[in-house]
């Protein structure tokens, strides 16, 4: 346009629009994701109940999900928590929302419309949940683990690309060829959130039934007050 070759107009506008937003973006992204491995990112650290937290992430995605078309639902998983206990976890609530924000964008990403989208998890206690009633009265609160998975049942990631999706830059072989937008730093900045919680990230994929990303978190399994 500058060397008068090409008539300015709004395709070409509206083409150099989107590179700025990407680049945008990418900077974003890459200037988070440099902080978080510094350990020069502020986090807030507070208590919240497992309830509140799958209650949070159902008002938070449901509505989209199924306006997309996809089959939705999040599993609430505490049916195994002994009586007059709940799960509390100590997270930065903005941070962990964005985690879950990336796994679920890439779910609709990398899953088409119709497909299934699952939010669940599990709790994992050693040997808390095999303790008697009357034992369980006698020990206060006590540490456990949460799991929270995102599964859908989209084209999955090929065994080869597995090990690497949460590297900075990584974009597995078919979203490379593919012309969906993505810079590959999500899960990078994921997986840094994670560990600042002590926490640990995966994923599972069986090729072409679509695939599981997960983080655990530690928490407690506190005793309610009478
Ligand atoms: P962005 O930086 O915008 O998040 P991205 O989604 O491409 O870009 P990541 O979230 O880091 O980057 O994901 C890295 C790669 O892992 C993706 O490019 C894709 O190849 C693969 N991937 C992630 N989630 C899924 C999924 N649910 N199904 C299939 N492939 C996935
Ligand atoms: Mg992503």
């Known amino acids: 346009m500058l060397d008068g070759v090409i008539e300015p107009g709004e395709p070409h506008l509206q083409m150099i629009y989107s590179k700025v937003l990407l680049v945008n973006d990418l900077v974003d992204d890459l200037f988070e994701l440099s902080k978080l491995e510094a350990s020069k990112a502020a986090f807030q650290f507070s208590e919240y109940p497992l309830e509140q937290l799958l209650d949070l992430m159902k008002s938070r995605f449901e509505l989209e999900a199924t306006d ?65 009633e009357e034992q369980l009265l006698l020990v206060g609160s006590l540490p456990c683990k949460v799991t929270f998975k995102v599964s859908d049942s989209g084209q999955g990631i090929d065994e080869e690309s597995l090990p690497y999706v949460f590297d900075r830059f990584y974009r597995a072989i078919k979203a490379k060829n593919s012309t969906t937008p993505g810079t590959g730093l999500g899960l990078a900045i994921a997986k840094e959130i994670v560990q600042q919680h002590d926490g640990h990230i995966g994923v599972q994929s069986v090729k072409n039934q679509g695939c599981t990303f997960y983080f655990t978190l530690p928490a407690m399994l506190i005793q309610e007050q009478a």
């Open 68 to 132: 997309r078309g996809y089959r939705f639902s999040v599993e609430d998983f505490q049916e195994n928590i002994p009586r007059n206990r709940y799960v509390s976890i100590s997270m930065d609530l903005k941070r962990i929302e964005q985690v879950m924000d990336n796994f679920v964008n890439n779910a609709f990403r990398y899953t088409p419309p119709g497909g299934i989208i699952k939010i669940h998890g599990e709790i994992h206690s050693d040997g808390l949940f095999e303790l008697g």
